[in-house]
C-alpha cells in the first residue's frame, strides 16, 4: 500500500457504490433507497469510499473491479454519496479502513445498541442515510 492519506474530515465525501440497475434508476429520479445501504445480517458496518482523494475514474475503476469480484458478478452503476459528518449522526461513527486493495476505503460503523434488533437497527440506519446521500453518476 502507498502512502497513507490524510485523516479524515466532516466536510470529506464518502461514498457507496451502487451495483444494482434498480437502485440507480430510482437515484437518478431523484430517490436513494435504503437498500443501498445495507449490508449482511452479520455486518457491524458499511463500505464505503473517501471521494475527495482520487479522480472519479479512478476510483470507478476500483468499484469496477469489486463488482466484478462478487458472485455473481455486478454492474457498477455509480454511488450515493454524503458527507462524513452527516454519516456520523445518530450514534454512528466513520473510519478510514484502508486495505491492500483500495487505500481509499472506509467504513460506517453503525454501533447498534445490544437491546437494537440487528436488522430493524440495520433499516433504520440505512433509511437515514438514504435520506442523506445524493447520487453521482459512473464516469
Known sequence: MSELLS??????NIGRSVFSRRAARRARNGTIIHEVFLESLEADSISVDRMDHATRRALAALSIQTGQNRTPPRDFHGWAMLTVDAAASNRRTVRATPNEF????ADIFLNLQEDDERRDGQIQHANELATLAKWW???
Do not use: G, V
Not at 485523516?7 to 470529506?12: C, D, M, S
Not at 483500495?102 to 476505503?105: A, D, G, I, L, V
Open 7 to 12: 485523516a479524515l474530515r466532516k466536510t470529506e
Open 102 to 105: 483500495n487505500r481509499y476505503h
Open 137 to 139: 453518476d459512473a464516469p
